[in-house]
């Protein structure tokens, strides 16, 4: 699959070209009568600091205007990693959440939850402050956030952050896999220095709904003669930043491996394009990470995935832009089911 060429356009021309602020009705998620093409945003790692907290209402705002969106994303990271995870934090950002006026999509990320152990975070237990996630931002399981759109989700596991759904014949499924491997790595700012039982059973559970998760969407895209697959998680798992790491001692990226095994089954299985879109490693990435002699799939110990195309978002420092993705109409003859081009904000 070949390399796509980023364009950058701005929000604030096209306010202006096309003259709608309005709010956007609520969509429908399985819409697969529709053969136009349509858009949709990701955003991730995001607002970071106090400079970014004040720009990001007018960072929503600028998503809001462009109406043609089917619904955004936000591949999770909330807050930086030395901030505290507060309740009165958690409430602020679900308040901006609110403002949406395209359904929004959100995965929790690690730095709200996984690391808040530290110190400088609250040394809360990361357990505890998954579970307030899921009151504040997972309150209405099988909703968005933002417009309402209907989605498939796994509260009955436990888990209504992960969520699945169609449009135009493409799979989206957006699933909680987190960084800092996955949740395994000990929560020293509580004084451990091993993962405790309660954490390895989150990551066991959490890590066999994901599975299922994925295998059901590429189960029912094969079913309904869908166009693509494409995957949502907040975790880099083929951050380049990790790979020497990685290289050096495998186990520092174990707990991503049964989900990257599964993606590469699936995607092979599915022999169509598959997509993953992922935020944590904060530097705008496109890339085909699990291509024959790509150094990950030593790492992993897999075969190849010629067919997974992975998009990573900007983030921190580098959120200064959302990624618009355009999927072409069913009559398109394309090989590329997506394209994709980085927006700036206006300000």
């Known amino acids: 699959m070949p390399?796509?060429?980023?364009?950058?356009?701005?929000?604030?021309?096209?306010?202006?070209?096309?003259?709608?602020?309005?709010?956007?009705?609520?969509?429908a998620a399985n819409n697969t009568s529709d053969s136009q093409a349509?858009?949709?945003?990701?955003?991730?790692?995001?607002?970071?600091?106090?400079?970014?907290?004040?720009?990001?209402p007018s960072r929503v705002q600028d998503i809001n205007a462009d109406s043609a969106l089917k619904f955004v994303t936000h591949v999770g990271d909330i807050k930086n990693g030395s901030s505290v995870c507060s309740d009165e934090y958690f409430a602020n950002i679900r308040s901006q959440f609110?403002?949406?006026?395209?359904?929004?999509?959100?995965?929790?990320?690690?730095?709200?939850?996984?690391?808040?152990?530290?110190?400088?975070?609250?040394?809360?237990?990361?357990?505890?402050?998954?579970?307030?996630?899921?009151?504040?931002?997972?309150?209405?399981?099988?909703?968005?956030?933002?417009?309402?759109?209907?989605?498939?989700?796994?509260?009955?596991?436990?888990?209504?952050?992960?969520?699945?759904?169609?449009?135009?014949?493409?799979?989206f499924s957006v699933v909680n896999v987190q960084g800092s491997n996955n949740s395994l790595l000990p929560w020293s700012g509580l004084g451990e220095t091993t993962p405790t039982p309660e954490q390895l059973a989150e990551v066991e559970h959490r890590t066999d709904a994901v599975l299922g998760q994925i295998r059901d969407t590429f189960t029912d895209a094969e079913r309904r003669n869908d166009r693509a697959v494409v995957l949502m998680t907040q975790a880099d798992m083929f951050d380049p930043s990790l790979l020497a790491a990685a290289t050096a001692n495998p186990e520092t990226v174990s707990g991503f491996r049964e989900i990257v095994a599964a993606i590469i089954e699936e995607t092979n299985r599915f022999d169509r394009p598959v997509y993953l879109i992922n935020g944590d490693s904060h530097v705008f990435a496109e890339n085909q990470p699990l291509a024959e002699g790509s150094p990950w799939l030593e790492v992993y110990g897999q075969p190849a995935a010629d067919d997974l195309q992975r998009i990573t978002v900007d983030g921190?420092?580098?959120?200064?832009?959302?990624?618009?993705?355009?999927?072409?109409?069913?009559?398109?003859?394309?090989?590329?089911?997506?394209?994709?081009?980085?927006?700036?904000?206006?300000?």
Request: one cysteine or more; hydrophobic letters at 40%.
């Open 98 to 171: 609110d403002t949406f006026e395209h359904p929004l999509v959100f995965t929790p990320g690690d730095n709200e939850w996984v690391d808040c152990h530290r110190t400088n975070n609250g040394a809360y237990n990361p357990l505890e402050r998954l579970d307030r996630l899921r009151e504040v931002f997972f309150d209405e399981p099988g909703k968005t956030l933002g417009a309402t759109m209907p989605v498939k989700t796994q509260e009955k596991l436990g888990l209504p952050e992960n969520v699945r759904f169609t449009q135009n014949r493409v799979a």
């Open 38 to 56: 349509f858009t949709f945003g990701v955003i991730g790692d995001i607002p970071y600091g106090d400079a970014e907290i004040a720009k990001f």
């Open 316 to 347: 921190s420092a580098n959120a200064t832009n959302y990624v618009r993705f355009t999927v072409v109409g069913n009559s398109s003859d394309s090989d590329d089911v997506l394209s994709w081009e980085k927006v700036p904000f206006s300000q």
């Open 3 to 27: 390399s796509k060429t980023v364009k950058t356009t701005t929000a604030a021309a096209a306010v202006l070209a096309l003259g709608l602020l309005a709010a956007q009705p609520a969509i």
